[in-house]
């Protein structure tokens, strides 16, 4: 059996004044100072004065707020104001021309105060050095929520008119334009109709042909789009046409994706998209293009007569540049979401032919002349330069911009990249934002294109990654990672958390095998990645590639971070092709499918090596090298355990999302029922009610001091008993028992006496793992004892050990399990439905009966979700499953709007039966969802995991 125990998701909290990020906040403070030096009062005076003739700006803001001097100018959604005041704010396009007619005069900041509420987008908010859309002479124009504010600029139209059709499947007429390919319902991204491949196909030089002619009868068949998963990349190719049984594919996505000459070529595809006869499971959708009409079947508890329904039609939201001689300057975003971005991109008859990392093959012959080179085959040599490949758009976009800041800003739902800094933007800062539901890259710094380019000045420089959260991202285009960095310089990516992702966390440079490049001195620095590699395999929690600057001095170095988690056959660390000049030092990496570091150097006669891996905390002290083995590494690092024991503190503790950020990986708050039994005094009985012997050291305070870390445990006996007298009697509606990982009863029950003589048993419990497991009564107890009785410690062969009680816990009554009888869904990990053994319904997670079971076929890794109707306080999770049908090891996410999800718990070591886990603060949410981490198919002892219950307790509504 495996025994991985994960300590919670470790956030960063430790934090001094001496290494206070500079936020927008902080820098601002310091520019009112500056300005009142540079301007005086008499000037500032002329220029409110001047100002106000042209009606365009609110007063500056008085003395001593943190704006103060700053102009403002005020939009809202609704906005209609000519003058752009608070009391009358115009519209986002007015206030941009407001900001054009007075940047190059005004010598003070800007503010555009943005109310709350949905800006739908016409056209993209393209801000142009040229035109007056940057501060000047060192000032800033700052877009920003008002406070307290949550503007949205909006790529989508809303759909209404939805009608009910006979299979309970609703459509609605769509303008002849439209056209997407993402729908989103009530904030959360349905699935474009999906199915396996309906007919039985066998390749040939030109597509498929098929057993029999079920796809010619299909109305839209050129809409048809088939996926291949392979390797490290997903390929989407469009089908051309069909005729009979014959199928022909888009060209030259076709060949691009099967002729590749590195491998990872598409041949069956792994699913079907895009067709109304494929319309069938709940949450998906169709667009008939050709009768503009958009069909849709609701998940359970959906309304699309009430439901906010999107669907994208602006694919750039904002755009900002300037020239190479003058570059956009001055322009700071705080505090924006930007959602429902378009990419139809992939639709063409390129389709989305992945190379790596959302990377892409384009035009005729692609799979010989780009980025092949010379370096693949020595009889076809292809093209140079090296690469030439196409990357997947941002639906935010920047380039020839330089001290961009974007902060406090949201990035979702969202059809190709999240953002991207291409060509020429130096000196930006990306601090404190959310990259989260983007088909893409969540963000994007510079290409794979630009190897060696003729100026390097032009290459991407000096930007901060920093404070950001990446977390389900490239959700659409699965080859995609969480922070893409192509060739730049001097960039630092740091503090960031990245997680559940399809392929690579952090993604850094480019360029396989011999390519020079002019990449260098980059920085990827405490950063915390986990859960990555979901889906496709290949790549690494912090993946590099390529040369990286002429020595170790000006190479990169990665130092500080924490990757924990992988699956999917990829390194905590992966140098892969080319790597060179690469220190790596103090990391932490622990829980990973794979071995902590490794790479691949492709053949001999490539740079590869040149590494420094000293001073980190790995389960493999010996790194993987499967292609060989580097030049002149140097290797000396501290072996720790799976379940991240003997990675100091300090190190979990400064990865990730610095104090100040924190906030933002964290889910909401809920509220914590009063525990009666903490700090009551308890004691340790044999079953005869003789004092107990305890383990040396152990103390029976421990189960009552409020730290589930420390426990208390008989000694001499097996079974023993635990008493706590609460001092008074109490109305108590429930207990918990805590129990340690490596000692726990499977069986005992709970008895209660308001005398400490009479006991009543008020609860049983039976076939328990270790975890906090809650004892529901029927009815109130009154009682001011309690006593937990050890049934089955693990003497004559139970599974578990002695029981250790780590804290009890006494509720009022209250408590109930939130998810009884709610609406279940069963996902595969890449979020479609599930498919489902024989006799077995999602719904059976959460139906209260123990005798049946959720379980997905096909896929051993799938996801249990609920929908607990509205939000709830949850504290403690319990799962339970069969004896022979069991996960080692999960994990637990909550989300409020059941887009954005936040990993809350993490469980390893389980053997089935009924597992509690208490979770570290209780928190509010309305969905909650299980994901296996480790079913028994990479030799895990478990099984595939079945769901006889997952239940969620908080305070009853
Ligand atoms: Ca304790
Ligand atoms: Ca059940």
Redesign the pocket.
């Known amino acids: 059996m495996a025994t991985k125990a994960r300590p919670p998701v470790a956030r960063s909290r430790a934090h001094t004044p001496d290494d206070t990020p500079r936020t927008a906040e902080n820098r601002r403070s310091a520019r009112p100072r500056r300005l009142a030096r540079a301007l005086g009062i008499g000037t500032t005076t002329a220029v409110v004065a001047a100002l106000a003739s042209t009606a365009a700006v609110a007063a500056p803001a008085p003395e001593g707020s943190p704006h103060a001097a700053a102009l403002r100018i005020y939009a809202a959604p609704d906005g209609n104001g000519a003058a752009c005041l608070q009391a009358n704010p115009c519209t986002l396009t007015a206030a941009q021309a407001k900001v054009r007619a007075v940047s190059r005069t005004a010598g003070t900041d800007i503010d555009v105060v943005l109310a709350g509420g949905t800006y739908r987008l016409d056209q993209t908010l393209a801000f142009d050095a040229a035109k007056g859309d940057g501060g000047s002479d060192g000032h800033t124009v700052t877009y920003e929520a008002a406070p307290g504010a949550q503007p949205v600029l909006s790529g989508g139209q809303q759909v209404s008119g939805w009608k009910q059709g006979a299979d309970g499947v609703w459509s609605a007429k769509v303008p002849a334009t439209a056209d997407a390919r993402q729908l989103y319902v009530d904030g959360v991204r349905a699935q474009r109709a999906r199915g396996s491949d309906p007919t039985g196909f066998t390749r040939t030089a030109t597509g498929y042909t098929t057993s029999d002619t079920t796809l010619d009868s299909w109305k839209n068949i050129s809409d048809v789009e088939f996926v291949y998963n392979v390797g490290w990349t997903q390929m989407r190719c469009g089908v051309a046409s069909v005729s009979g049984t014959s199928v022909v594919m888009d060209q030259p996505c076709f060949d691009n994706s099967t002729k590749k000459q590195y491998g990872v070529n598409a041949d069956l595809p792994s699913f079907v998209e895009n067709a109304r006869e494929l319309l069938n499971d709940p949450g998906e959708w169709y667009l008939d293009k050709s009768s503009h009409t958009l069909y849709y079947k609701p998940r359970e508890g959906q309304d699309l007569r009430t439901a906010d329904v999107e669907l994208p039609r602006l694919q750039t939201l904002v755009s900002g540049t300037g020239t190479e001689a003058h570059p956009l300057t001055g322009l700071s975003l705080s505090g924006i979401t930007f959602a429902y971005g378009n990419w139809t991109g992939s639709d063409t008859a390129d389709g989305f032919s992945e190379v790596q990392a959302n990377m892409r093959l384009t035009g005729d012959d692609a799979w010989q002349k780009q980025g092949s080179c010379d370096r693949f085959s020595t009889t076809d040599p292809g093209t140079c330069p090296y690469g030439n490949w196409t990357m997947t758009p941002g639906n935010v976009v920047f380039d020839h911009t330089q001290g961009l800041s974007i902060t406090g800003s949201t990035f979702q739902h969202l059809g190709a990249a999240g953002l991207q800094l291409g060509r020429n933007v130096a000196g930006s800062t990306l601090r404190g934002n959310v990259f989260t539901d983007i088909s893409g890259n969540g963000l994007e710094i510079g290409n794979g294109t630009d190897a060696n380019p003729d100026d390097v000045s032009l290459l991407p420089h000096d930007n901060t990654v920093a404070d950001n959260w990446v977390h389900n991202v490239a959700v659409e285009y699965t080859g995609g990672v969480g922070i893409f960095q192509g060739y730049a310089r001097d960039d630092v990516i740091e503090h960031n958390q990245v997680n559940d992702v399809p392929y690579s966390g952090i993604s850094s440079n480019w360029g396989w095998g011999r390519t020079p490049t002019k990449t260098a001195g980059n920085k990827i620095l405490d950063n915390l990645v986990f859960d990555a590699m979901q889906q496709r395999n290949d790549g690494g929690g912090i993946y590099v590639l390529g040369q990286e600057g002429d020595s170790l001095a000006d190479g990169l170095l990665i130092s500080g971070n924490v990757v924990h988690d992988g699956v999917g056959g990829g390194h905590a660390i992966y140098t892969d092709g080319g790597s060179q000049y690469i220190t790596m030092t103090g990391n932490a990496m622990y829980g990973n499918d794979e071995f902590s570091m490794g790479g691949c150097r492709e053949s001999d006669g490539t740079p590869y090596g040149d590494f420094v891996f000293t001073g980190n905390y790995v389960e493999n002290t010996t790194p993987d090298w499967p292609c060989g083995a580097p030049d002149d590494f140097t290797g000396d690092n501290i072996k720790v355990g799976s379940d991240g024991s003997g990675v100091p503190a300090s190190l979990l503790a400064a990865a990730g999302l610095e104090a100040p950020y924190a906030h933002l990986a964290d889910a909401p708050a809920g509220s914590a029922p009063v525990n009666l039994a903490t700090g009551k005094p308890a004691q340790a009985q044999f079953l005869d009610g003789s004092p107990a012997q305890l383990q040396p050291g152990n103390q029976v ?12 445990q008989a000694s001499g006996q097996f079974r023993w008993q635990l008493v706590v007298d609460l001092q008074q009697p109490q109305v108590l509606g429930s207990v918990t028992v ?1 129990m340690p990982q490596p000692h726990y009863a499977t069986d005992f029950h709970v008895d209660a006496s308001t005398d400490g003589s009479a006991w009543t048993t008020v609860g049983t419990v039976h076939d328990s793992g270790w975890g906090t497991v809650p004892v529901l009564f029927g009815s109130p107890v009154t009682a001011r004892y309690l006593r937990v009785v050890a049934d089955k410690p693990d003497d004559w062969g139970q599974r578990g050990d002695q029981m250790a ?3 009890i816990g006494a509720y009022a009554p209250g408590l109930s399990n939130l998810a009884l009888g709610k609406p279940a869904q069963a996902l595969f990990i890449d979020r479609t439905q599930a498919d489902m053994q024989p006799n077995s319904l999602p719904s059976y997670a959460t139906d209260g009966d123990a005798s049946t079971w959720a379980q997905a076929t096909g896929q051993y890794r799938w996801i249990s979700q609920v929908d607990l109707g509205a939000q709830r306080s949850i504290d403690l999770v319990t799962l339970l499953q069969p004896d022979d049908k069991f996960a080692t090891q999960f994990h637990v996410d909550v989300s409020a709007d059941g887009s954005s999800w936040y990993t809350v718990a993490r469980h390893g070591g389980s053997a089935g039966g009924l597992t509690g886990i208490q979770l570290d603060h209780p928190v509010k949410a309305r969905y909650l969802r299980l994901i296996v981490d480790r079913p028994d198919q990479g030799g895990q002892t478990g099984g595939q995991m079945a769901v006889s219950e997952l239940s969620a307790y908080g305070p009853s509504a």
């Open positions: 305070a421990s189960a009552t001091d409020g730290d589930p870390s420390t426990w208390v805590g009680i780590s804290e």
